[in-house]
Every structure is written in structure tokens, then in C-alpha cells.
């Protein structure tokens, strides 16, 4: 069964500074990878989706990379700011899985003080 | 922008009572999830739909919990009876193209 771990749980970073949060997975046979923010009792905004065939994405200041073979994916946020704090999770679409089943990690709780 | 629509957005009740959630997908998307996620976990698929037919209910507890969606478009997610530990956010979510979007969620809470 495909395990998706996220490390640290909870991450506090001064205004500015860069955020770097990690994604691993135990199964590389994935068809992508999906970075996705939730702010408090709220539903999940997709952010970046990496297809397996690629090593990275791009959107302002996300970018999130992909290394399948070694299970790990990172997003990076550059410069952050006050309203990047939020939970950010990544899930994987099981590639064994017929109907692409999502498989979520814990999440890392972000906090960015002024 | 389209979206997916959620109600309740909160229900609160009590143990060994019916709850029902509903959830409208963005107009086209024929796959359709209900995922719970407990405070402080990732969202579990409970339930995949493409149209109107179930593909994946593995992770359904289906003594109590049913799900449908009639005509392919909306689905209703029904628990019955409701017990202390469903305590949690449930979330809807349509896809195209492997972009999943999910909706704002319904939070239960069952005292």
C-alpha cells in the first residue's frame, strides 16, 4: 500500500525567508503528484501538479520538484509572506490503482510571522 | 470560476441520528470523490463515482454510510447511524484531467 509521509508536521518561518516542504512516498509507481494548501476549516486549493514524467513545476513563487525514483518530491515557496500560512499537502495518483486513486499525507502546518 | 458546491457547511448532532451532506461537481467532471479528513490527517477517499456508477468504495463504512448519485450530476453522502468518531470534515471533490477541485467541505460534529 502506498504510504505518503510529509516532514515536519508544523514549520515557523520569519517573513522573507524561503519554505522548503518535503514529500515522500513509498510506491514510485505514480501517474503524478499533486501539491494542494488548505486554510483552516476550509477545502483544498490545488497549487502545482507534476505528471511522473516530469521534474518539476512552476507557478510564481512555487516550485515544486519530482524525483520518482527516490520517492521524494519538494516544494519550495520563495520569499514568504504572512498569507502563505496555511497546511500544505501532497498526494500521489497510485499508478496501480485502475481509477487513479489520490493518496494524501498529513500535511505540514505553515505558519509566516511579519 | 466554477466550483464545486457543499451543504451543510456545518451540522452538528447527536449520536445514532441521519446526516446527509450533498455535494454539486463542476458542471462536466464525471468523476466525483467524497473524502473525510479527520483534524490534523490527510483526506481518506470514502467514495469515487464516474457518472453515476461507484468505482472505488473500499474505504466506505457501509453499515452506515451510503452514498449515490443519481443522474450522474449531484451526490448525496448519508450516515445513519451518525457515531462519536465521524467526527470530521467531509469533502467533495470533481476532476478533469487529473486536476482534482474540491469543494469548501461540511463539518460534523457529533456529540
Redesign the interface.
Known amino acids: 500500500k502506498q504510504e505518503?509521509t510529509q516532514i515536519p508536521a508544523a514549520l515557523s518561518v520569519p517573513e522573507g525567508e524561503n519554505l522548503v516542504l518535503n514529500c515522500s512516498f513509498t510506491d514510485s509507481a505514480i501517474?503524478?503528484l499533486?501539491w494542494?494548501r488548505q486554510d483552516p476549516?476550509?477545502?483544498?486549493?490545488?497549487l502545482l501538479?507534476i505528471q511522473s514524467s516530469q521534474r518539476e513545476q512552476t507557478s510564481g513563487r512555487l516550485n515544486a520538484s519530482l524525483d520518482k525514483s527516490s520517492g521524494r518530491s519538494t516544494l519550495y515557496i520563495a520569499a514568504s509572506q504572512p498569507g502563505d500560512s496555511a497546511t500544505y499537502?501532497c498526494?500521489v495518483?497510485v499508478a496501480t490503482?485502475?481509477?487513479?486513486?489520490?493518496q494524501?499525507?498529513?500535511?505540514t502546518q505553515v505558519v509566516v510571522t511579519p | 470560476e466554477a466550483e464545486v458546491a457543499q451543504s451543510p457547511r456545518y451540522k452538528i448532532t447527536e449520536k445514532s441520528q441521519a446526516v446527509a451532506f450533498w455535494c454539486d461537481p463542476i458542471s462536466g467532471h464525471a468523476t466525483l470523490y467524497w473524502y473525510r479528513q479527520i483534524l490534523g490527517q490527510g483526506p481518506e477517499l470514502l467514495v469515487q463515482f464516474q457518472d453515476e456508477s461507484v468505482v472505488d468504495d473500499s474505504q466506505l463504512p457501509k453499515d452506515r454510510f451510503s452514498a449515490e448519485r443519481l443522474k450522474g450530476v449531484d451526490s448525496t453522502l448519508k450516515i445513519q447511524p451518525a457515531e462519536l468518531g465521524d467526527s470530521a470534515m467531509y469533502l467533495c471533490a470533481s476532476s478533469q484531467a487529473n486536476v482534482l477541485t474540491f469543494g469548501a467541505g461540511s463539518r460534523l460534529t457529533v456529540l
Do not use: C, I, M
Not at chain 1, 490503482?97 to 489520490?102: Q, R
Open positions: 505518503v501517474y503524478n499533486q494542494f476549516g476550509k477545502g483544498l486549493t490545488s501538479l499537502l498526494a495518483r490503482d485502475s481509477w487513479g486513486k489520490l494524501f499525507g498529513a500535511g
